[in-house]
């Protein structure tokens, strides 16, 4: 079978001409060796059950094998522009989830070299900003939860050498950077959220897990984006395209995410949107645009092994600053990272999972807190129901349904009967709404082009209803929307108004359809 679907790549990659319009920039002081691209290197984690594409460079053109396992696959050699070498490429056997194997690739002017400690198993690319760049060494209890470490050495950590680039890259110009197993001493330096994540899915999976690490603090969507992605948006100009360094327009794709496309991978988690609160409404597209983007280039990076819809996880922004009457962009990057429908899976985002974190800000406000745990733990908990489709998981809290708003029979205040749903997972945990707090809902009075928000108080929550009463809008203004949670810090830690089974709901915005 594994030559059979050999030869299947082989018609593939003609038919659709694989070979990409890159920049081949090379590595410096590694032109013309016979060797394997700069991040295959020992123990690494391949995408179990799958055929892993691996490759490399080698001088002559000279025929490359590769030896895995008992089997002999001939690479595919692919001439490089201006040069005397060739890029070889080779499909492995799918292989179930475990190790350690060896691979050796063979040249037969230049000789053998080999990878040791080969893992297979669940592969996760931890993308964007300075939250997720943020280490486990800052975290709580950092110096417990680095001693923990120790006791994963089937977690394998790649950390991205941050590098900008004008044009997409094929591979890392870093060769410097490798695979390492996770200990105190490579996990300490390494993503909090990403370590977290893999950590708990490692638990739950009890397989390899490899975690590839590819941030950079402060820089916005637009730098991650693919020149080709940002062409469906319209232009941003609070991010021009003369900005220069990583917030330049689709740098850190070309340099930090373009070399990736060839890795077969189970999917991607973010957190990123804090470099874009100047402009929300941008997000909306640029966001969801980007995801496609990422999965259309990995499905044709990789010859159509990956999903086209391949599970992709993202963190709702946490908090900013410890003024909670203050909104000055957050919650709309909130609701644009779900593409203004408060939440995900949706039908503008399929296969997409998040975690909410407007909960989990640090007292003093900081832009970057350190609660990591629950983050990574809510990511994992949404990935293992979405990406692993595990049906007994709970991982969305309560999502708004619908609302109603009455006169209350008085002249004094109006009364909301808010009602939710995914309270509970099919009935198998509790489905109860539990409210900590009376506080975080507004009511948006309208006159003519002129929002005022007025705030009300929860009075009472029953099965999946919440009753909340607001103040009559000034004269003049009609009642027209609903809001929840709508501030940069809308609650104490894990102390907003609504939840359920421990997981807080999304914020959220609806309009009113009737006002008796």
């Given at each position: 079978m594994?030559v059979?679907r050999?030869l299947v790549?082989?018609?593939?990659?003609a038919?659709?001409?694989?070979v990409?319009?890159?920049?081949l920039?090379?590595v410096?002081?590694?032109?013309n060796l016979?060797r394997?691209?700069s991040?295959?290197?020992d123990?690494m984690?391949?995408?179990?059950s799958t055929?892993?594409?691996?490759?490399?460079?080698?001088?002559?053109c000279?025929?490359v094998?590769?030896?895995f396992?008992?089997v002999?696959?001939?690479g595919l050699?692919?001439?490089?522009?201006?040069?005397?070498?060739?890029?070889w490429?080779v499909?492995?056997?799918?292989t179930?989830?475990?190790g350690?194997?060896t691979?050796?690739?063979?040249s037969?002017?230049y000789?053998?070299?080999?990878?040791?400690?080969?893992?297979f198993?669940?592969?996760w690319?931890c993308?964007g900003q300075?939250?997720?760049?943020?280490t486990?060494?800052?975290?709580?209890?950092a110096?417990?939860?680095?001693?923990?470490a120790a006791?994963?050495?089937?977690?394998r950590l790649?950390t991205?050498?941050r590098?900008i680039?004008?044009k997409?890259l094929q591979?890392?110009?870093?060769y410097?950077q490798?695979?390492?197993?996770?200990s105190p001493d490579?996990a300490?330096e390494?993503?909090a959220?990403c370590?977290?994540?893999?950590?708990d899915?490692?638990?739950?999976l009890?397989?390899?897990?490899?975690?590839?690490s590819?941030?950079w603090?402060?820089?916005?969507i637009?730098?991650?984006?693919?020149a080709?992605?940002l062409?469906y948006?319209?232009s941003?100009k609070?991010?021009?395209?003369?900005?220069?360094?990583?917030n330049s327009r689709?740098?850190?794709?070309?340099?930090?995410?373009?070399?990736?496309?060839n890795l077969?991978?189970?999917?991607v988690i973010w957190y990123q949107g804090e470099a874009n609160r100047?402009?929300?409404?941008?997000?909306?597209c640029?966001?969801?645009v980007?995801?496609n983007?990422?999965?259309r280039?990995w499905?044709?990076?990789?010859?159509?092994?990956?999903?086209?819809?391949?599970p992709f996880g993202?963190v709702?922004?946490?908090?900013y600053g410890d003024?909670n009457t203050?909104s000055t962009?957050f919650?709309?990057?909130r609701w644009?990272?779900t593409?203004?429908y408060?939440?995900v899976?949706?039908p503008?985002?399929?296969?997409?999972?998040?975690?909410?974190a407007?909960d989990?800000g640090?007292?003093?406000g900081?832009?970057?807190?350190?609660?990591?745990q629950?983050?990574g733990?809510r990511?994992?908990l949404?990935?293992?129901?979405?990406a692993y489709?595990?049906?007994d998981v709970?991982y969305t809290g309560?999502?708004?349904?619908k609302?109603?708003l009455?006169?209350?029979?008085?002249?004094?205040?109006m009364?909301?009967?808010i009602?939710?749903?995914?309270t509970?997972?099919n009935?198998l945990?509790n489905g109860?709404?539990?409210?900590?707090?009376l506080y975080?809902?507004e009511?948006g009075?309208v006159?003519g082009?002129?929002?005022?928000?007025?705030?009300?108080i929860a009075?009472?929550?029953?099965e999946?209803?919440?009753?909340v009463?607001?103040?009559?809008?000034?004269?003049?203004y009609?009642?027209d929307s609903?809001?929840?949670a709508w501030?940069d810090n809308?609650?104490?830690?894990?102390?907003?108004s609504?939840?359920s089974?421990n997981l807080?709901?999304?914020?959220?915005?609806m309009?009113?359809?009737?006002?008796?």
């Open positions: 594994s059979i050999s790549l082989v018609i593939l990659l038919l659709t001409n694989y990409q319009e890159v920049q920039k090379r410096k002081g590694m032109t016979f394997y691209a991040h295959f290197t123990h984690v391949l995408q179990h055929s892993p594409v691996i490759w490399g460079y080698v001088p002559d000279d025929q094998n590769i030896q396992k008992d002999t696959i001939s050699l692919y001439p490089l522009p201006n040069t005397s070498e060739c890029m490429k499909w492995l056997p799918s179930e989830a475990g350690p194997y691979i050796t690739a063979d037969q002017q000789g053998v070299i080999v990878l040791t400690d080969i893992m198993g669940n592969v690319i993308g300075s939250n997720m760049a943020f486990l060494n800052g975290v709580y209890n110096t417990d939860e680095i001693k923990k006791h994963y050495p089937d977690i790649f991205v050498t590098n680039s004008d997409p591979e890392f110009v870093d410097s490798h695979w390492v197993i996770a490579t300490k390494f993503s959220v370590w977290f994540f893999g950590r899915l490692h638990d739950k009890k397989m390899p897990i490899g975690l590839i590819s941030n603090g402060g820089t916005p637009e730098a991650w984006s693919s080709a992605a062409k948006c319209p941003d609070s991010n021009p395209s003369k900005v220069s360094g990583p689709s740098v850190l794709w070309n340099a930090m995410i373009n070399p990736l496309i077969t991978i189970n999917g100047g402009n929300p409404l941008q997000y909306n640029t966001f969801p980007m995801i983007d990422w999965r280039a499905v044709n990076g990789t010859a159509g092994i990956m999903n086209p819809d391949f993202f709702q922004l946490s908090t003024d203050t962009g919650p709309g990057i644009s990272q593409a203004s408060g939440y899976p949706n503008a985002m399929p296969n997409v999972f998040m975690a909410v407007m989990l640090d007292p003093q900081n832009i970057h807190p350190r609660d990591k629950d983050v733990l990511l994992s949404a990935a293992q129901a979405i489709g595990d049906k709970y309560p999502i708004i349904n609302l109603s009455s006169n209350n029979g008085n002249d004094e205040s009364q909301s009967i009602n939710f749903k995914n509970s997972n009935g945990n109860v709404i539990e409210l900590r707090s975080g809902f009511v009075c006159q082009s002129e929002t005022h928000y007025l705030e009300g009075k009472d929550s029953k999946n209803n919440v009753l009463s607001f103040p009559h809008c000034p004269k003049g009609k009642p609903i809001r929840y501030r809308p609650c104490q830690f894990k102390n907003c609504v939840y089974n807080p709901s999304p914020p959220f915005e309009k009113i359809t009737s006002f008796e």
